[in-house]
């Protein structure tokens, strides 16, 4: 005689090679209909269904048996659902004249079910992962034996869902790294390796994103003797605002490749982003050129600002606001033209991202023009990529325990003293 808490010896190994069988890795769905079989020997079922708890839906669906158009349950409907909201096993004796089965009645093929047993899996973590079913032929088929037994394979069940899940978020985050990698070596592709030599000039560009990938970017290269300056700051972070900023880049460099102005260049260029950006999408960019001969720079600013001009001869620092709304945010009329402003000996134009300006301390103050304003009078006689390192230095000083929240992205063009 075998009582209700002792289990038959062909029970248990058919649990133990299961227990072995998880061990090794296996798709969870053959992994998942053994342990329905196994079960059916243990439990003597003539038939077993299991249900997965979507985790997306909060739905059960039925995976085994499986088919190509699984059935359905919110929690609470049918035994399955009843069993999966209160978390305990449940055995129906009988299912003749029973309005919960009659609502939503568990059938197998060339099976009448009379009895039924239903038991909730639940991972290590008390989660709820789903529920198993064990249909009988006969009325009161199931004992307290097989209430004591089906816990146990519910157990087993849970192991191999869960090891499942987790098998699958590995994957999933191995790929997505090396997505993330490929798409932060594109994106830092397009930037400048070294800086471009000028006559009279130091140059130097920075970029510090705070995702894998940034929606900033800069750019620095001499096209027919005239040096294109650009940054740009696209709304939100990672890839998606990564691949609008290189796509102005792209767009921008074969304008200018093929001959067009800096006025006819903006135009278009903001024109097509306004078509192609989502409405709630925008660039803020400064775009401009510096003829080192003349030592004048005509740009636009959309959205980009402020604009500082530190002007050595006074030891002050000016600032200019946009002088336009951002890219793609709508349509221009080819009215904008570019302003101008000169580089005297001394003088640097930083184009600097609110990744600075409005790097914020835990007390929710922020870095600010001020003290921008201050870094850069007193380093203004060093090399620009000291200027570049001395303010981002002083913004994490500034923020102290606060974590970078933004993009930060330098441009520092300073003529060199005569």
Known sequence: MISSNEI????????????????????????????????????????????????????????????????????GEGWAGQCAASREISNLHETAGDALFEEHPVQVAGLETRSLLNVPIVGQDD????????????????????????????????????????TDELLAN?????EVAVAREIQMSTLPRTMPEVAGYDLHGLFLPTDHTGGDLYDLVVLDDRLFMLLGDATGHGFGPALSATQMQAMLRVAFRLGAGLDEA???????????????RFITAFIGFLDPAAHEVEFHSGGQGPILHYRAASDECEWHKPTS????????????????????????????????????????????????????????RKSMAELGQGLVDAAFDFGGEAPQADDITLVLVRRLPD
């Open 8 to 75: 038959t010896r062909e029970s248990l190994v058919r649990i133990l090679e299961i227990m072995h069988r998880l061990a090794a890795p296996e798709a969870m769905p053959e992994l998942l209909r053994e342990i329905i079989e196994v079960g059916k020997v243990a439990i003597v079922a003539e038939a077993g269904v299991l249900w997965l708890l979507e985790r997306k839906s909060g739905e059960l669906v039925r995976v085994v048996p499986s088919d190509d158009q699984p059935e359905r349950l919110r929690l």
């Open 127 to 166: 989660t709820l992962l789903g529920v198993m079913q064990w249909l009988g032929a006969e009325v009161g088929q199931f004992d307290e034996h097989d209430e004591w037994i089906g816990p146990a394979l519910a157990a087993q069940a849970a192991v191999a869902i869960q090891h499942s899940y987790m």
């Open 174 to 178: 191995a790929i997505l790294e090396q």
């Open 266 to 280: 903006y135009r278009q260029v903001n024109n097509q982003l306004n078509e192609d950006l989502p409405d709630d």
């Open 325 to 380: 709304f951002p890219v793609g945010i709508m349509e221009l009329d080819g009215s904008d033209r570019a302003q101008q402003l000169s580089l005297d000996p001394g003088d640097i134009l930083a184009l600097i991202s609110d990744g600075v300006y409005e790097y914020t301390a835990a007390d929710g103050s922020q870095f600010g023009e001020e003290r921008v304003a201050a870094v850069v009078r007193a380093l203004h």
